[in-house]
């Protein structure tokens, strides 16, 4: 079981769309349709913002989308703001009750 | 309201058993379908999935560390309670529990505020 492929950073200027990868394989992301996100600001714990691939729980905001395609996961923000600077995390459920989480993104609002 | 909170040594020696307990409130470690998961962070790193129990014993592990976790519910106290043998300086870390909320859900939607471990001498 490896950890999620994700990309150590990206960014983007306010107002802009910056999509987040997410890749797995066969036996999680591929199989599993249990692909959630979490963002992490400094110093606090994870915060569930997208789920089953593409659900958003209560309170997120619209902008905050996520799709999947074979064994990639990909979380999308549009309408970038300054706070959405912050760590981000994909997960998937991997089968046998375990899960694997990505390497985690970097995103900077320029 | 839901919440989770983690408690346990802050430092621990290399060799040493950890042991760290979840407590739950707002919610019972008994309600079907509620899983309550162990992830770790190591300063500046990733997060790592652990553990979890379900509300009916089940339990998963990570298959890299599954020779020294046990995890545990204790009903009476509406608690999780995770054990790590031979602890070593690679697992100082943050320690999150977060619960899993409904039968055949994937996902974590609320976290513990997280407790940090040393392992040093």
Known sequence: QSALTQPRSVSGSPRQSVTISCTGSSSDVGRYNFVSWYQQQPGKAPKLIVYDVSKRPSGVPDRFSGSKSGNTAALTISGLLPEDESDYYCCSYAGDYTWVFGGGTTLTVL | ?121
Request: net charge neutral; hydrophobic share 35%; aromatic share 10%.
């Open chain 2, 1 to 121: 309201q839901i919440t989770l909170k983690e408690s346990g040594p802050t430092l621990v020696k290399p060799t040493q058993t950890l042991t760290l307990t979840c407590t739950l409130s707002g919610f019972s470690v008994n309600t079907r379908g509620v899983g309550v998961g162990w992830i770790r962070q190591p300063p500046g790193k990733a997060l790592e999935w652990l553990a979890v129990v379900y509300w009916d014993d089940d339990v998963g592990y990570s298959p890299s560390l599954k020779n020294r976790l046990t995890i545990a519910r204790d009903p009476s106290n509406n608690q999780v309670v995770l054990t790590m043998t031979n602890m070593d300086p690679m697992d100082t870390a943050t320690y999150y529990c977060a619960r899993r909320p409904l039968v055949a859900s994937g996902y974590f939607d609320y976290w513990g505020q997280g407790t940090p471990v040393t392992v040093s001498s």
